[in-house]
């Protein structure tokens, strides 16, 4: 009999909890398709609609059931088989393994980037966007194999990428390789140079050089990967960063025989409980050198980096989420005579999350597009996505933390009991500030990128070229520039005098700057073909709420533009009069 529970469907829950098991994760966020289309255009976003429509339905559905079940039975680690022999063995809930089968072999998420014709990389990120809303812990080695692969293709010799590309590229569910980083130690985490695992050049039974790595590996997401990029410093390396080398370690050896690691033990998380996460110990662990040693650090720092983008992908969605179901409980339970939605209480607070969530979108999708230029060669589109993914990193999966708690307070006591979707979103949304770096790691690292590598120059050029070309209303154009501009002085000032204090202030306004003028200038492509101004309404609420002065001791007017506001509440296409009302005075 399965362990997995009953649900009713949204037709037939109850009137006092409404449960939104069964509705479409795709079809029922109707920001979401012209907003995708705006961006892949109409024959791109036409090859794969059939496809997000299906995964909508199955995410709300089957895959949401299997995510509920995985997280309740983690894996578990097996180290001998009953007559005595190690193992190592990871025993996943088959539960967690059908959503393996979803991901890695149906859907292809890790295989995607890497076949030949491989659609642009927001294809895989609107569908992982929907995925993730099912289940998060998952998204993890799928984003690690993605990201390995690539760093792979980048950094490795030819003779590696032509024995692990058709593995890691795989969809053949018996056959593919998963792929992990290895790389914090319990003295080195964010500091990582302080690293100390060994790496010790000398000779195989056959005479030909090999390495191998020597160290204890404190967190190891997706432990029994086949395949993880594993940074440790060769004995004559000098200390520090420069000292550095990448190194590929593979589980199984090509003779079959299974690399000298030991899996010490799992974490007992408190959010992805469904994913394997543990400490790792390397006995000499044979390993292939990927680039240069001195250059480890600055080689993993492209799969940091696909990771944070992949990190700000999965806080967009459990945002989306946790919005779809306040705004299911909130359009379906009535209490004191109303529904909840009619109250200008809830209106608010369902407004003050579904801001967050869409600016988490619009960031994630244009850097999606920017990495595409960026691969070709684009200088700066890629000086873009420099910032721009470590700002998505800190500042959405921060801002998923308290949306997916206002959720939860949308659904009441109900949605503190674990048989909801709510207290997982919650958890889950806690990782996003800690993994690749924490918040004020991220931070620092946006005001590195606007110092030193001209990052914040290149963005500067890219917002206004969008703005100036946009058609947009020449107010709201001049007001998106001119904080943006106030936000990028700020950042500057920051950066270049050491104001390590304010640095999160700063990338903070920067965020809220760049994500206002990339959702006004969705807008205005976006009405091109379905005449809907909303997102231009929510970058005004936007600089009106985060950008521009406000008394704290001073009480809210009565807004005069309720209906306008109960139209984004709705998620209403609305007209450019409706959204101009929004814009703030200068």
Same mark, same amino acid.
Request: charged letters at 25%; aromatic letters at 6%; one cysteine or more.
């Given at each position: ?104 072999? $149906? ?181 292939y050198l990927i680039g240069e040693v001195g250059r480890g650090f600055h080689q993993m720092a492209d799969m940091i980096n696909m990771s944070r983008l992949s990190n700000g992908v999965r806080a967009a969605g459990l945002m989306r989420r946790a919005v779809t179901e306040a705004l299911h409980v909130a359009r379906n ?167 390590? $204090? ?68 709705? $998620? ?15």
């Amino acid at each position: 009999m399965s362990d997995r529970p009953a649900f009713a469907t949204a037709a037939c829950g109850s009137a006092n909890i409404p449960d939104s098991r069964g509705i479409n994760f795709y079809t029922s966020d109707p920001g979401f398709a012209p907003l995708l289309r705006s961006y892949l255009g109409d024959a791109a976003f036409g090859a794969i609609e059939t496809q997000l429509v299906a995964l909508g339905q199955r995410a709300s559905d089957e895959l949401d059931a299997l995510a509920l079940v995985a997280d309740k039975h983690p894996p578990a680690l097996e180290q001998r088989t009953r007559r005595g022999e190690a193992t190592q063995r990871i025993a996943k809930h088959p539960d967690y393994v059908a959503l393996e089968r979803v991901a890695y072999a $149906e859907l292809g998420l890790a295989a995607m980037s890497h076949r030949e014709n491989a659609p642009a990389p927001l294809v895989k990120y609107a569908l992982t966007y929907l995925f993730v809303q099912a289940e998060f812990g998952l998204c993890c080695p799928v984003s690690m194999t993605d990201s390995l692969t690539r760093t792979l293709r980048r950094f490795g010799s030819p003779e590696l990428i032509a024995r692990y590309l058709p593995v890691l590229a795989s969809q053949d569910f018996d056959s593919l390789y998963q792929g992990a980083m290895f790389m914090t130690e319990q003295a080195a985490g964010s500091d990582v140079a302080r690293i100390a695992t060994r790496a010790v050049r000398t000779q195989d039974k056959r005479g030909e050089d090999v390495w191998r790595l020597y160290g204890d590996k404190w967190f190891c997401s997706n432990a029994d990967a086949d395949l993880a990029m594993v940074l440790a410093r060769p004995d004559d390396a000098p200390p520090g960063i420069k000292g550095l080398a990448l190194f590929l370690l593979p589980k199984t050896l090509p003779d079959g025989t299974r690399n000298t690691y030991r899996i010490v033990r799992l974490k007992d998380k408190l959010g992805s409980r469904s994913m394997a996460s543990g400490e790792i110990v390397l006995e000499g662990a044979q390993a292939y050198l990927i680039g240069e040693v001195g250059r480890g650090f600055h080689q993993m720092a492209d799969m940091i980096n696909m990771s944070r983008l992949s990190n700000g992908v999965r806080a967009a969605g459990l945002m989306r989420r946790a919005v779809t179901e306040a705004l299911h409980v909130a359009r379906n339970r009535e209490a004191f005579g109303r529904k909840l939605i009619e109250m200008p209480l809830m209106q608010r607070q369902l407004l003050k999350m579904m801001l967050p969530a869409e600016q988490a979108r619009s960031m994630f999708m244009r850097i999606a597009m920017l990495l595409a230029r960026a691969d070709q060669g684009n200088e700066i589109a890629a000086r873009c996505v420099r910032i721009l993914t470590p700002l998505v990193k800190f500042r959405a999966c921060r801002d998923a933390r308290r949306v997916t708690g206002d959720a939860m307070e949308v659904r009441g006591g109900a949605g503190y009991i674990e048989e909801w979707s709510d207290p997982r979103l919650v958890r889950d949304a806690h990782l996003g500030s800690i993994w690749e770096g924490t918040s004020n790691i991220v931070a620092l690292d946006v005001a590195r990128a606007a110092k030193r590598e001209g990052a914040l120059d290149a963005l500067a050029r890219y917002v206004h070229a969008e703005l100036d070309e946009s058609g947009l209303p020449e107010t709201s154009a001049a007001l998106l520039g001119g904080v943006f501009d106030r936000a990028g002085e700020a950042l500057t000032s920051v950066a270049e005098c050491g104001r390590d $204090e304010s640095v999160r202030q700063a990338a903070s306004a920067l965020y809220h700057a760049t994500t206002a003028a990339f959702m006004a200038c969705e807008a205005a492509r976006i009405s091109r073909s379905d005449a809907d101004y909303r997102r231009l309404a929510l970058a005004h609420l936007l600089v009106r709420h985060k950008l521009l002065p406000r008394d704290p001791l001073a009480l809210d007017e009565r807004d005069s533009h309720a209906a306008t506001l109960r139209a984004l509440v709705d $998620e209403r296409a609305l007209q450019l009069d409706q959204a101009m009302q929004l814009m703030p005075a200068r």
